[in-house]
């Protein structure tokens, strides 16, 4: 199918800011998530603007939001149904990984759980066309595909098994459609539900990912988000009534990967979210008929969560940037034109803060790499931190980071690279630190300090590094196998060691991160090495340790053996635990919290280092 590009029909876009910091950004709240009503009249959307990620709804260009009573966990997602009757939220209870599935009136009346009860786990796909049947996926040692009915609760299991996630069933629940598959190596699998029969999408080539898919309109076409068939994802479609045929590719772009494709109701068009190179997101609306595919202005330089009304009359989605807190936006799809939901806080933005700056550099082994460099006020060099993002299959994004503001706010600089491993960069890339290529994500840290102190940003003793989840691990990681490198270290609900990792994660995280760190059986000695706590004689600067209580994802032993091992040795340390939280921390304060604690470790242990360095 040939695609055609028109330009976008507004150029609003949320002004830059400064490169030079006035003061440190106020943590504000954030508004996200967002969920339109069938008609678009109004959106559902989550907040935590009370504290916690709750769920507020307004009419569209009409009055103030109003909470609406979801209880006292946070919730992680919200979808309304076509009928309009019903609102689900995915709840997390004590901000754990194991997740809930509630549902209630858009008035607030009638909320009672109908999916992850006792040790499972569930995740929400979607609605049913045209009623209030949820389809579910619910997860523990095993999955199952289901659909719920949201009054009732009566529940219909469509299949089971291992590493499975519902995406879609056809309009008749005849056919469903699964995702599965370790990390990095997903595909989609149809489910005959009558007989139970199952068939690959489309045959394995060895290569690449399919991680989202939907049906087409009629049920006789699947489509699909993949790499499996280009070193950028791109959009393709495969024919069910002749399975003999090769994809067509419905979008595709040389110079960006296709991040997200959100359909509407209908099927006839969809919202694609493009994310270019360095992370900053662009927006087209494609015309799956006419292959007409149309630029729309970005509201911010990180677009996400985008979703369509039932009707396709309103695009919503979120729209953040470096000093612009998280904010959802309305998208008329016919002009392309973008507005604020909440037209009173546009342009929405701290006032404050500094624009990063995009750099490129080389790995030790001649690998590219780059990040983004936020630089205090005045001459350099300056004490620097690297941050390092989770994942690994996560990206550095020029996003709202109230962290990384307060850092620069106190003379420190931030780099924060996308070292092997990062999405966004193609499928290679993403899959370069798989196993042994662990040990090159380690040495590209090195390889960003090396950088730094050539580019004159970083003075020599004066560097830090921190980061969260596989960050956390990365910072460990580095501090024991570049001694003397680093100054001070901050690791927040990393992987000390991959054997008590395995052992206490949730099952399922366990099976999905094979592909990814190695088998903790066949791969034994490879994980022993790659485990920081295996080392951790060589650690002996001081590290900040912070986990959530609650954390079943990288379970909170991680950070408390290396506090026990560094405190055995005399190494100086800290160590926090946010009661209430998991992997995520979600309310304001303990993310507040945490903030403080990493700014003033990093800040008083840099800034002790250059009266030595001088």
């Given at each position: 199918?040939?695609?055609?590009?028109?330009?976008?029909?507004?150029?609003?876009?949320?002004?830059?800011?400064?490169?030079?910091?006035?003061?440190?950004?106020?943590?504000?709240?954030?508004?996200?998530?967002?969920?339109?009503?069938?008609?678009?009249?109004?959106?559902?959307?989550?907040?935590?603007?009370?504290?916690?990620?709750?769920?507020?709804?307004?009419?569209?260009?009409?009055?103030?939001?109003?909470?609406?009573?979801?209880?006292?966990?946070?919730?992680?997602?919200?979808?309304?149904?076509?009928?309009?009757?019903?609102?689900?939220?995915?709840v997390a209870p004590g901000g754990a990984p194991r997740t809930e599935l509630w549902v209630l009136r858009p008035d607030g009346t009638r909320r009672h759980q109908v999916a992850g009860f006792g040790r499972r786990s569930a995740a929400l796909a979607g609605w049913l066309p045209h009623g209030a049947v949820l389809a579910v996926t619910e997860t523990d040692e095993h999955g199952q595909a289901l659909l719920v009915d949201a009054a009732t609760g009566h529940r219909r299991v469509l299949a089971q098994g291992d590493l499975l996630t519902l995406l879609d069933v056809t309009a008749d629940a005849g056919v469903a459609l699964l995702r599965r598959g370790p990390r990095n190596a997903r595909w989609l699998e149809l489910v005959d539900v009558a007989t139970g029969e199952r068939r690959r999408l489309f045959p394995d080539t060895g290569r690449g990912s399919t991680d989202q898919g939907w049906f087409g309109p009629d049920g006789t076409s699947v489509l699909a988000r993949t790499d499996a068939y280009s070193e950028l994802a791109a959009l393709v479609r495969v024919d069910l009534t002749r399975p003999e045929r090769a994809p067509t590719r419905l979008a595709g772009r040389p110079d960006a990967e296709l991040e997200h494709v959100t359909p509407s109701a209908d099927g006839q068009r969809g919202a694609l979210l493009w994310n270019t190179y360095g992370g900053r997101s662009e927006l087209s609306l494609l015309d799956f008929t006419s292959g007409v595919q149309r630029a729309v202005t970005a509201p911010g330089e990180v677009l996400g969560d985008a979703v369509?009304?039932?009707?396709?009359?309103?695009?919503?989605?979120?729209?953040?940037?470096?000093?612009?807190?998280?904010?959802?936006?309305?998208?008329?799809?016919?002009?392309?034109?973008?507005?604020?939901?909440?037209?009173?806080?546009?342009?929405?933005?701290?006032?404050?803060?500094?624009?990063?700056?995009?750099?490129?550099?080389?790995?030790?082994?001649?690998?590219?790499?780059?990040?983004?460099?936020?630089?205090?006020?005045?001459?350099?060099?300056?004490?620097?931190?690297?941050?390092?993002?989770?994942?690994?299959?996560?990206?550095?994004?020029?996003?709202?980071?109230?962290?990384?503001?307060?850092?620069?706010?106190?003379?420190?600089?931030?780099?924060?690279?996308?070292v092997r491993g990062s999405s966004g960069f193609g499928r290679s890339f993403v899959a370069a630190d798989n196993l042994a290529g662990r040990y090159g994500a380690i040495a590209d840290v090195a390889a960003c300090a090396d950088f730094l102190v050539d580019a004159g940003v970083a003075r020599p003793g004066q560097l830090g590094c921190l980061g969260r989840s596989y960050g956390g691990y990365?910072?460990?990681?580095?501090?024991?196998?570049?001694?003397?490198?680093?100054?001070?270290?901050?690791?927040?609900?990393?992987?000390?060691?991959?054997?008590?990792?395995?052992?206490?994660?949730?099952?399922?995280?366990?099976?999905?991160?094979?592909?990814?760190?190695?088998?903790?059986?066949?791969?034994?000695?490879?994980?022993?090495?790659?485990?920081?706590?295996?080392?951790?004689?060589?650690?002996?600067?001081?590290?900040?340790?912070?986990?959530?209580?609650?954390?079943?994802?990288?379970?909170?032993?991680?950070?408390?053996?290396?506090?026990?091992?560094?405190?055995?040795?005399?190494?100086?340390?800290?160590h926090l635990v946010l009661a209430g939280e998991g992997h995520d921390f979600l309310a304001r304060a303990n993310a507040e919290a945490a903030r403080t604690a990493t700014t003033g470790w990093l800040t008083r242990h840099l800034t002790a280092t250059a009266t030595v360095v001088g």
């Open positions: 199918m040939s695609v055609r590009i028109e330009p976008p029909r507004t150029a609003r876009r949320a002004r830059p800011a400064s490169h030079r910091p006035v003061s440190a950004p106020v943590p504000t709240s954030e508004d996200f998530a967002p969920a339109p009503s069938p008609d678009g009249r109004r959106v559902a959307f989550l907040s935590d603007r009370a504290g916690t990620p709750g769920v507020w709804v307004c009419e569209v260009d009409a009055g103030a939001p109003v909470a609406l009573p979801v209880g006292d966990e946070p919730v992680l997602a919200l979808s309304w149904s076509p009928d309009g009757q019903w609102l689900a939220c995915v369509f009304a039932a009707d396709g009359g309103l695009l919503c989605l979120t729209a953040q940037g470096p000093v612009q807190p998280r904010e959802v936006w309305l998208v008329d799809p016919t002009t392309g034109a973008p507005r604020p939901l909440l037209p009173d806080t546009a342009p929405r933005t701290d006032g404050a803060g500094v624009a990063p700056q995009l750099l490129d550099l080389r790995a030790r082994d001649g690998l590219p790499l780059s990040g983004w460099l936020y630089r205090p006020a005045g001459p350099g060099p300056w004490p620097t931190a690297i941050s390092l993002h989770g994942g690994p299959e996560a990206q550095e994004r020029p996003g709202y980071n109230p962290l990384f503001q307060a850092l620069v706010a106190q003379g420190v600089a931030v780099f924060a690279p996308n990365l910072v460990l990681a580095v501090l024991v196998n570049f001694p003397g490198l680093f100054a001070a270290g901050v690791a927040e609900c990393g992987i000390s060691d991959f054997r008590t990792f395995f052992a206490g994660t949730e099952p399922w995280i366990a099976a999905a991160a094979v592909s990814k760190y190695g088998d903790p059986r066949r791969d034994v000695d490879l994980l022993r090495d790659l485990s920081p706590l295996t080392h951790i004689d060589r650690l002996d600067v001081p590290v900040l340790l912070i986990h959530g209580a609650n954390d079943t994802n990288v379970p909170a032993g991680e950070s408390a053996q290396v506090a026990q091992a560094l405190a055995d040795r005399g190494v100086p340390h800290g």
